[in-house]
């Protein structure tokens, strides 16, 4: 079973950072990671994408985000991080990591568990 496991969340000043971590086990040895993303869902809205980056390395990013977060990931350890700059209180939200993975014909959404993101003074 595929478990994917969250770090990194917690109260940040505005202006201030913190990076994400999700780490990704259990994955049968016949599928591939094909994207890794970050997903968040702030009170009383939809989860929307916040960052998603490719089996390429190609990113893509919210334009509420861009210039203040970067997505990068590790593929040796199926981990991605979500590094945040310039937090603002609009931030604020339950993050989610997000893994499309599979093989050849099917692919498969994992979630992870979500991690608190707090930005306020």
């Known amino acids: 079973q595929v478990q994917l496991v969250e770090s990194g969340g917690g109260l940040v000043q505005p202006g201030g950072s913190l990076r994400l971590s999700c780490a990704a086990s259990?994955?049968?040895?016949?599928?591939?990671?094909?994207?890794m993303g970050w997903y968040r869902q702030a009170p009383g809205k939809q989860r929307e994408l916040v960052a998603a980056?490719?089996?390429?390395?190609?990113?893509n990013y919210a334009d509420s985000v861009k210039g203040r977060f970067t997505i990068s990931r590790e593929n040796a350890k199926n981990t991605v991080y979500l590094q945040m700059n310039s937090l603002k209180p609009e931030d604020t939200a339950v993050y989610y990591c997000?893994?499309?993975?599979?093989?050849?014909?099917?692919?498969?959404?994992?979630w992870g568990q979500g991690t608190q993101v707090t930005v306020s003074s």
């Open positions: 997000n893994v499309k993975a599979g093989d050849s014909v099917y692919t498969y959404d994992y």
């Open positions: 259990g994955m049968r040895f016949i599928f591939s990671i094909k994207a």
């Open positions: 980056i490719g089996s390429g390395d190609n990113t």
